[in-house]
């Protein structure tokens, strides 16, 4: 079936260091990608999202291309801050007639001053 | 734009009695509004999905009689939990959307039953 694997945390870095969270998906026909961030004690908010092979989505200095040849969608970040410190998932979606988002396990990041 | 609440945002209840939980989209009219539990350090997991006016959508595993949805309108959809049991303590986040590629989620329900 459809699903989503991310990289397990937690994730610790220090800050301005670069950050990669992998995230790998299977799926029947062509998903839509995702990643949400949930900040501590909030919901989930949509940080960025590509909807065909090759597109990059890019939000708050966070990026992310879907690649459909290696059913990949990696989260990447070239200098993190504080204030990054959350839990993200990879997430997919738009497939068959449903609305329907399937998650990833989430990765908590945790960024040191 | 793409507001979504939820209401109450943390709510403690004692063993047996039933709790509502509301879930608005502020600024849009959402087609379809999900319902999702999240266990601590877990993934997000959906309990069911709603549409306006029509009978909600559960999934594998989940009681339709012990979660019960009613979403009375493109703004508007209310999860309750009967007879609270502590095992139900949980997250309770909702989602609302309006195509297939965007969900826009609320801020989460923190329930524990004592």
């Known amino acids: 079936g459809d699903s989503v694997t991310q990289m397990e945390g937690p994730v610790t870095l220090s800050e301005e260091a670069f950050l990669t969270i992998n995230c790998t998906y299977t799926?029947?026909?062509?998903?839509?990608l995702f990643w949400y961030v949930q900040y501590p004690g909030e919901g989930l908010q949509l940080l960025l999202k590509a909807t065909k092979a090759d597109d990059k989505g890019s939000n708050k200095g966070f990026e992310a291309t879907y690649r459909k040849e290696t059913t990949s969608f990696h989260l990447e970040k070239g200098s993190v801050q504080v204030s990054d410190s959350a839990v993200y998932f990879c997430?997919?979606?738009?497939?068959?007639?449903?609305?329907?988002?399937?998650f990833g396990k989430g990765t908590r990041l945790h960024i040191l001053p | 734009g793409a507001v979504v609440s939820q209401h109450p945002s943390r709510v403690i209840c004692k063993s047996g009695t039933s709790v509502k939980i509301e879930c608005r989209s502020l600024?849009?009219?959402?087609?379809?509004m999900f319902w999702y539990r999240q266990f601590p350090k877990q993934s997000l997991m959906l309990m069911a999905t709603s549409n306006e006016g029509s009978k909600a959508t559960y999934e594998q595993g989940v009681e339709k009689d012990k979660f019960l949805i009613n979403h009375a309108s493109l703004t508007l959809s209310t999860l309750t939990v009967t007879s609270a049991h502590p095992e139900d303590s949980s997250f309770y986040i909702c989602s609302a959307s309006t195509d297939k590629e965007t969900q826009y989620f609320g801020p989460g329900t923190r329930l524990l039953v004592l």
């Open positions: 997430a997919l979606g738009g497939l068959n007639r449903d609305d329907k988002i399937i």
């Open positions: 799926a029947t026909g062509y998903p839509s």
């Open positions: 600024d849009f009219q959402a087609t379809t």
